[in-house]
Nanobody, 115 residues
Framework: QVQLVESGGGLVQPGGSLRLSCAASGRILSINEMAWYRQPPGKQRELVADITSGGYTHYRDSVKGRFAISRDNAKNTVYLQMNTLKPEDTAVYFC?????????WGQGTQVTVSS
């Protein structure tokens, strides 16, 4: 069974930075798309950014120019570098991956942007 474990969340002031990591573990065959989603308080889960195994990336408009997604295929890990954070970025951030055709979710990590 493959699991995703996120780390790197926390409390940060507006304008600050955080880096999230998500590592896949278990009997890994092949991981195609990896992504970060978030769920703001009282709202639905939304896609933040995704990245293919070949490195093609896509971002939601509100984070373009501030966030950067990357992955290390050798380590089965995806990262989300978040800069110039805003209060509206406050959410639980979830890692997502497609492993052997099956969608897998991480448990989520809280990111709070507040002064």
């Amino acid at each position: 069974q493959v699991q995703l474990v996120e780390s790197g969340g926390g409390l940060v002031q507006p304008g600050g930075s955080l880096r999230l990591s998500c590592a896949a573990s278990g009997r890994i065959l092949s991981i195609n798309e990896m992504a970060w989603y978030r769920q703001p308080p009282g709202k639905q889960r939304e896609l933040v950014a995704d990245i293919t195994s070949g490195g093609y990336t896509h971002y939601r408009d509100s984070v373009k120019g501030r966030f950067a997604i990357s992955r290390d295929n050798a380590k089965n890990t995806v990262y989300l570098q978040m800069n110039t954070l805003k209060p509206e970025d406050t959410a639980v951030y979830f890692c997502y991956a497609i492993h052997a055709g099956i969608i897998i979710w991480g448990q989520g990590t809280q990111v709070t942007v507040s002064s």
